[in-house]
């Protein structure tokens, strides 16, 4: 049987007990403040990072993982026997995927698999969960890859927008949108559609209208939901974690899990903005 490990970067929003549970390698993107970098998740937490945005008044710039850091995580696992697959923040948010490549292009291996996730947050961390059980059940490393890649499109990631300021402030609405999706109180839906971020349907007044556009679509889907993982990922928004909690229980899910967006997603959508992903049969 395959020796296999699993990798993914920050972003993937696991919990630190998933990632210890399931023996996933996590690598980090980095955070910039102008000449200050940090580690995503390792040497900036998001509440720090929303502090140091309210002291600069300005959001911070993401990076992508280094081919060198890769270089070195992948061949550090090599060197133990292992065949390695990776799947992170999908290649049309982040160069991050393209790095990876250029590690496996210098160290030569054929038992370095990469997938391209087309997805963010917690929904490349379904896939790197669904990935990690399939392992456990004995796959190679073939037919995991071929699995994964097969599910990709049945992913479904959606986040409700708490504050239209981080969109306006990292150049992805303007700033008329800005304001009148202020002054009318509208939270917009983000969905991950073919690999890109895509605005759905629009909530207006308080968060819970938001919110319940995604749980009555998921509500919605009860008997197509792929029923072992499910997450609710969310960027310091605790009130509408329990208001989502108290209206899915009933999913049939084996896993509901609760999850924290990273700085590198929450830069992206601002403080108080909530998800629910999963996976459709």
Same mark, same amino acid.
């Given at each position: 049987?395959?020796?296999?490990?699993?990798?993914? =970067?920050?972003?993937?929003?696991?919990?630190?007990?998933?990632?210890?549970?399931?023996?996933?390698?996590?690598?980090?993107?980095?955070?910039?403040?102008?000449?200050?970098?940090?580690? =995503?998740?390792?040497?900036?937490?998001?509440?720090?990072?929303?502090?140091?945005?309210?002291?600069?008044?300005?959001?911070?710039?993401? !990076? !992508?993982?280094?081919?060198?850091?890769?270089?070195?995580?992948?061949?550090?696992?090599?060197?133990?026997? *292992?065949?390695?697959?990776?799947?992170?923040?999908?290649?049309?948010?982040? !160069?991050?995927?393209?790095?990876?490549?250029?590690?496996?292009?210098?160290?030569?291996?054929?038992?370095?698999?990469?997938?391209?996730?087309?997805?963010?947050?917690?929904?490349?961390?379904?896939?790197?969960?669904?990935?990690?059980?399939?392992?456990?059940?004995?796959?190679?490393?073939?037919?995991?890859?071929?699995?994964?890649?097969?599910?990709?499109?049945?992913?479904?990631?959606?986040?409700?927008?708490?504050?239209?300021?981080?969109? *306006?402030?990292?150049?992805?609405?303007?700033?008329?949108?800005?304001?009148?999706?202020?002054?009318?109180?509208?939270?917009?839906?983000?969905?991950?559609?073919?690999?890109?971020?895509?605005?759905?349907?629009?909530?207006?007044?308080?968060?819970?209208?938001?919110?319940?556009?995604?749980?009555?679509?998921?509500?919605?889907?009860? =008997?197509?939901?792929?029923?072992?993982?499910?997450?609710?990922?969310?960027?310091?928004?605790?009130?509408?974690?329990?208001?989502?909690?108290?209206?899915?229980?009933?999913?049939?899910?084996?896993?509901?899990?609760?999850?924290?967006?990273?700085?590198?997603?929450?830069?992206?959508?601002?403080?108080?903005?909530?998800?629910?992903?999963?996976?459709?049969?």
């Amino acid at each position: 049987m395959d020796k296999i490990k699993i990798i993914s =970067d920050s972003t993937c929003d696991l919990t630190h007990e998933l990632v210890i549970k399931y023996d996933i390698e996590i690598i980090p993107l980095y955070v910039n403040f102008g000449e200050e970098s940090f580690l =995503d998740g390792e040497t900036l937490t998001v509440s720090e990072m929303y502090d140091k945005i309210k002291q600069c008044g300005y959001l911070p710039k993401t !990076a !992508a993982v280094a081919p060198g850091t890769f270089a070195t995580r992948f061949k550090h696992y090599l060197d133990q026997g *292992y065949k390695i697959i990776y799947t992170g923040i999908g290649s049309k948010f982040s !160069a991050t995927l393209q790095s990876a490549n250029l590690a496996k292009q210098l160290l030569k291996s054929t038992d370095i698999h990469l997938i391209d996730s087309g997805n963010l947050s917690s929904g490349t961390g379904l896939l790197v969960l669904k990935a990690c059980q399939y392992r456990d059940q004995g796959d190679d490393v073939i037919t995991i890859t071929q699995k994964i890649k097969e599910l990709i499109p049945k992913v479904r990631t959606q986040f409700v927008i708490n504050t239209m300021d981080y969109l *306006y402030k990292g150049g992805r609405c303007n700033s008329l949108v800005a304001f009148v999706g202020t002054l009318l109180k509208i939270k917009p839906i983000i969905k991950v559609i073919n690999g890109e971020m895509a605005v759905g349907k629009k909530g207006h007044g308080k968060i819970t209208s938001g919110l319940d556009i995604l749980i009555n679509e998921v509500q919605g889907l009860k =008997d197509q939901l792929d029923e072992d993982f499910l997450m609710v990922t969310h960027s310091m928004a605790d009130e509408s974690v329990d208001y989502i909690k108290a209206r899915i229980k009933n999913l049939p899910i084996k896993n509901q899990y609760t999850t924290s967006a990273g700085c590198v997603i929450s830069s992206h959508c601002g403080q108080g903005c909530i998800g629910i992903l999963y996976i459709l049969k």
